[in-house]
């Protein structure tokens, strides 16, 4: 067994369990690779690891997609655009590693690959059986309901983190946190997300999410920076799918990370609903708008 790989992570069907077995056995052996100090002469390794992690992600969603037509599953064309997405991103880092094979753009591969893959099987995976809906289209009565679902979605229902109180109040031009996550989504209209972290709650996401210690939010590596920046994508999907974009199957999301404040200029989001979230191991700012 790895180090990455948990039993809790079993879907409860052999056949895809050992499929994602496999993936986080070819991702852990990428990681022992990024973390040492012989990349370079390891190119070619890395290179056709990522390889069969394009090819063989191909094979498993289509076997994953085949037990959803067999089961008649709920939500099989949502799931399938995911697949599609995920399918889309790994393809355009092994294009980005082939031209340019850096220790930043491995780890960041990694990152993705990892944050991705955790939520997606214990997330989403783990609804087929089941048969229940990965996201419902819901209608929230204001900003602050739907910011409160995206809260429960990301912290209770994704990582098991019970939320203690929800304290709302207006951004003034800056969010509190330790690390600060930024995600913009672009469908038929631009969403901005801020999902602002306490050191301890950094800290514990990303070990649900890698099985990793987080040692420093101020000197974070790329694997780390980039699995939270994964998390940002990942929750602000699921936070687009409520809010029903026309254009979902077309969305783009780019993540950015902060360290400790974010007062970025870029985009006017002054006077915007942002919610304080308390949590056993501190807080989590949470803001969402959407841009002119």
């Known amino acids: 067994m790895t180090a990455l790989w948990k039993d809790e992570y079993k879907v409860g069907i052999d056949k895809i369990d050992e499929q994602h077995r496999q993936l986080f056995d070819k991702i852990e052996h990428l990681l022992e690779i990024a973390k040492s ?31 959803q037509r067999e089961k008649k599953y709920v939500s099989y064309d949502q799931h399938i655009k995911i697949h599609e997405e995920f399918k889309n991103t790994v393809q355009s880092y092994k294009e980005l590693l082939g031209n340019e094979f850096s220790p930043k753009n491995l780890k960041s591969f990694i990152g993705t690959m990892l ?12 609804k087929i059986l089941k048969n229940m809906p990965l996201q419902n289209i819901e209608s929230f009565a ?23 109180g929800v304290k709302s109040c207006i951004y003034k031009g800056n969010v509190d946190g330790a690390a600060i996550v930024r995600t913009i989504a672009v469908g038929s209209d631009k969403h901005l997300f801020l ?36 998390i940002g994508n990942i929750i602000s999907t699921y936070a687009m799918s409520a809010i029903g974009d026309k254009a979902q199957n077309g969305v783009q ?20 609903v942002i919610l304080e979230i308390d949590t056993d191991y501190g807080k989590m700012d949470i803001l969402y708008t959407r841009l002119k």
């Open 37 to 67: 100090g012989d990349r370079n002469s390891n190119k070619q390794e890395c290179m056709d690891t990522i390889d069969f992690l394009v090819e063989y992600t191909k094979f498993h969603f289509d076997s994953e997609e085949a037990l």
């Open 115 to 126: 944050a991705w893959l955790v939520n997606h099987v214990c997330v989403c995976d783990r």
């Open 142 to 164: 204001d900003t602050e309901s739907f910011i409160k679902n995206v809260a429960y979605k990301l912290l209770t229902e994704m990582y098991d983190i019970p939320i203690k």
């Open 253 to 272: 999301f780019k993540s950015d990370l902060y360290a400790h404040e974010y007062n970025a200029t870029d985009y006017n989001i002054t006077n915007s």
């Open 195 to 230: 999902y602002g972290m306490s050191e301890k709650l950094a800290g514990v996401l990303y070990n649900k999410i890698s099985g990793m210690i987080l040692p420093n939010v101020d000197f974070m590596d790329d694997i780390e920076r980039s699995a939270l920046m994964e």
